[in-house]
Each structure stands twice: as C-alpha cells, then as structure tokens.
C-alpha cells in the first residue's frame, strides 16, 4: 500500500531563515502532490499544487519541488516569520482522493 | 471564495446518544465531499467519499452504519455518528471539491473541523 513519510520531528527555526520539508513516499506514482497547511483545532488549508511532469512550483515566499524518481517532495518557506508556525500537511493524489502524510510541525522563533 | 463551513465545531454527549455533522458549502457547488477523521499528532484518516444524489463510499474499516453520511444536495453533507462510544471521541472534518469559479480543479477546501468528546 501506498506510504507516506514526512519529517516526525518538528522543525525549529529562527525568523528569517528558510524552512524546508521533506515528503516521501513509495508504492506510487501519483499525478500530483499537494502542501497544506493545518493550525491547531482548525482544518487544511491548501498551499500548493504540483503535478508530476513539474519539477517545481512557486508562490509567493513558497517553493515546491518534485521528484517523481526519488519519490519525494521538498516544501521551502523562504524569509520564514512567526505566523508560518503551523503543521505542514503534504497530500497525494489517488484517483481523486488523497492521501495524506502526518504532517511537520514547523515552529519558527522570533 | 471556496469556503466550507462546519458546524458543530464542538461537541459533548453522552455514550450512546447519536451526533449529526453538518458541512456546506457556500459559495460552490460541491459534486463531492469527502470525511476525514484526525487523533491528536496523527494524519488525516479519510474515512468517506460521497457524490451528490448518491451514496457514500467508505473507506476499509469504516461501518457505514456507525457513521451514516447523507449528500442530499450540492451544497450540504452531513455526517451522523451514531450510538456514539467514548472511543469515537476524535476530530472529524470534511471538504469538498467542485465547480464554480470560486474553485480549482483537484484542490480540496475543507471545513474548520467537529471535535467530538463522548462521555
């Protein structure tokens, strides 16, 4: 069955500097891959989206990555500030559901 | 725009009385919700898929009967837990996919999410 692992550690950085987060997963080769977003006590919200013939995808202080032979993603905030601190979710698609990883507890310090 | 609402976002009850969830969709319509269910520090655990006018798809595991889920219209999905047991105690979310230009294709909006505590 399909698996899905993202860093089970959280991620502590100082205000400024770029976060990065890993996805992997195997037993798939999805279409495309998703980042969300998760507060405490709150539902997903979506990021970003990228497809599987897209290396990368950017938005605005995000940057995602794709790697359909390493079976991973990477997820860059860059010039991260306090209010990035949340769960970062990364999903894969599987025909038209989604699977998602545990999720990386980022924590940025002012 | 693409906003789903939820609602209850809190609920207590007791051990064996039955719990309705409401998710809607306001500002789309929403050809399909799914229902998700999370535990502290864990990933989301999609529990159902339901198109509208149609019945629910569960996932392995799932009892339909335990949580019966009614898509009866493009806008509304509820989830009913029912005869509710302390270990049922969780948090359940919904979201939704559709059309409309408030939307994009493949994303899922969800809600802000039930929390459930059964006494």
């Known amino acids: 069955s399909q698996k899905i692992e993202q860093n089970s550690e959280a991620l502590n950085i100082q205000e400024g500097k770029t976060a990065t987060l890993t996805c992997n997963y195997t037993?798939?080769?999805?279409?495309?891959l998703q980042w969300y977003r998760q507060d405490p006590g709150r539902g997903p919200v979506f990021l970003l989206l990228?497809?599987?013939?897209?290396k990368e995808k950017r938005k605005e202080r995000l940057k995602v990555t794709f790697d359909t032979t390493l079976k991973q993603s990477l997820f860059h905030i860059t010039a991260s500030q306090p209010a990035d601190s949340a769960t970062y979710l990364c999903?894969?698609?599987?025909?038209?559901?989604?699977?998602f990883g545990q999720g990386t507890e980022l924590s940025v310090k002012p | 725009g693409a906003v789903v609402s939820q609602h209850p976002s809190r609920v207590i009850c007791k051990s064996g009385t039955s719990v309705k969830i409401e998710c809607r969709s306001l500002?789309?319509?929403?050809?399909?919700m799914f229902w998700y269910r999370q535990f502290p520090k864990q990933s989301l655990m999609l529990m159902a898929t339901?198109?509208?006018?149609?019945?629910?798809?569960?996932e392995q595991g799932v009892e339909k009967d335990k949580f019966l889920i009614n898509h009866a219209s493009l806008t509304l999905s509820t989830l009913t837990v029912t005869s509710a047991h302390p270990e049922d105690s969780s948090f359940y979310i919904c979201?939704?996919?559709?059309?409309?230009?408030?939307?994009?294709?493949?994303?899922?909006?969800f809600g802000a999410g039930t929390r459930l505590s059964v006494l």
């Open positions: 500002d789309f319509q929403a050809t399909t």
């Open positions: 979201s939704a996919t559709g059309q409309g230009q408030t939307v994009a294709k493949n994303i899922q909006y």
């Open positions: 037993n798939y080769s999805p279409a495309y």
């Open positions: 990228i497809r599987e013939n897209e």
């Open positions: 339901s198109n509208e006018g149609s019945k629910a798809t569960y």
């Open positions: 999903a894969l698609d599987r025909g038209g559901k989604l699977i």
